[in-house]
């Protein structure tokens, strides 16, 4: 597999446990919810903007994929697929990414709160903030990322 970066930071093959021609999808260092993902187009690109038609097409073709093979696995009543494209909307790492996150009735108090969960996603900063699923949401190891894409990957096996 050729080497490949989310943002600036290299990416350990081991995280990735989907690939199309142009995207891929890999686990989160810091996870809202059980199965919150990254699609991101394999070309480094700061803006949805900046894509070529046949990425733009390949990444939310990609999303779909994902998120159908994700829905009964975490037995999602919903998802939020959720692009912050560019610093003021929120998006701490500088290359195009959707976030998936599977859903479930009262995994937040308020429905909205996901939403500012998103937007205190910072990669390189330590926070305190209040979650159902990780309290203080600290980055996950290599090991567990790992662990997550492999059980992942096989949902795709057989596609």
Do not use: C, W
Not at 13 to 22: G, R, V, W
Not at 30 to 53: A, E, F
Not at 123 to 145: G, H, V, W
């Amino acid at each position: 597999m050729k080497t490949q970066f989310f943002g600036s930071f290299l990416l350990n093959p081991s995280q990735i446990f989907f690939e199309s021609a142009l995207s891929l999808a890999i686990v989160n260092l810091k996870p809202i919810v059980p199965g919150h993902v990254l699609i991101l187009p394999k070309r480094v690109v700061p803006r949805l903007s900046q894509l070529t038609n046949d990425e733009y097409s390949d990444l939310f073709h990609s999303v779909r994929i994902v998120s159908n093979a994700l829905e009964p696995y975490y037995s999602a009543d919903a998802f939020n697929i959720a692009v912050q494209d560019g610093k003021e909307a929120g998006q701490s790492v500088y290359h195009v990414h959707v976030h998936i996150l599977p859903r479930k009735a009262g995994d937040f108090q308020r429905n909205d709160d996901i939403y500012e969960e998103l937007d205190n996603q910072k990669l390189n900063e330590a926070y305190d903030i209040k979650n159902p699923f990780i309290e203080d949401r600290k980055p996950r190891s290599e090991s567990q990322m790992a662990a997550e894409a492999a059980i992942l990957k096989s949902l795709f096996t057989n596609s």
